[in-house]
């Protein structure tokens, strides 16, 4: 998707291992989101970020942490990775809230084994 | 949290309508969207409408939202192959800064 990237596309990881997976925007936005999706769930919000070094948690943060330290990177890390964080994880960003709808990245799929 | 309910699947021919149906919970939402996901892809956004609005058209999309049963709807006409995807509702929460998306219908279009 133009403007929005996520590193990796793809990782397999070891239960116990710490995980990072990066966002990566060039359009400038303010708010930029972490959201994980498996069957039958949807898309649930892991966290979000209103401005550099502001953030704040969804309904599923739980074994997650991220981090805003500019305006184009927000980082997910998974601090010791458990088989039930193997998912799809979307970045999304909006730039005035969500009233302008959010564009997302093409998403990271992790597998921790 | 809020729980927005879609159906799961919903299998329709080509050329048919499809109507994918969307519960939503939270009465002050000012926007509803709906998102498309092709395979191995992520969300795009299709179309939205704003709370004050009972219909949009744009082009072979129809959305319905009716305020009093938190009901949203999409109709596509003429339904084609490409629009096999999964379709998400979503609705602002959290004071405008979040959406709450549904958990997704799987459109499947037969020949």
């Known amino acids: 998707d133009a403007g929005i990237t996520q590193s990796p596309r793809h990782k397999v990881t070891e239960t116990g291992t710490p995980v990072t997976l990066r966002c990566h925007q060039t359009?400038?936005?303010?708010?930029m989101y972490w959201y994980r999706q498996d069957p039958g769930h949807g898309l649930r919000l892991i966290h979000y970020s209103y401005g550099v070094k502001d953030t704040d948690k969804g309904e599923v943060s739980d074994g997650y942490s991220v981090s805003r330290s500019k305006t184009e990177d927000f980082l997910l890390t998974l601090e010791s990775a458990t088989s039930s964080q193997t998912s799809v994880y979307f970045c999304?960003?909006?730039?005035?809230?969500?009233?302008?709808?959010?564009?997302f990245g093409s998403g990271t799929r992790l597998t921790v084994v | 949290g809020e729980d927005v309910e879609q159906s799961l699947f919903l299998s329709v021919r080509e050329g048919d309508s499809s109507v994918i149906n969307c519960t939503y919970t939270d009465s002050s939402s000012t926007y509803l969207y709906w998102y498309k996901q092709e395979p191995g892809a992520g969300l795009q956004l299709l179309t939205y409408?704003?709370?004050?609005?009972d219909m949009k058209q744009d082009q072979r999309l129809t959305v319905l939202l009716n305020k009093k049963d938190k009901h949203l709807s999409l109709r596509i006409a003429d339904t084609q192959t490409g629009d096999s995807a999964i379709y998400f509702c979503a609705e602002i929460t959290g004071g405008g800064n979040k959406l709450t998306f549904g958990t997704g219908t799987q459109l499947k279009v037969e020949l």
């Open positions: 359009e400038n936005h303010r708010y």
């Open positions: 999304a960003i909006t730039g005035s809230g969500a009233n302008y709808g959010y564009t």
């Open positions: 409408i704003f709370s004050n609005m």
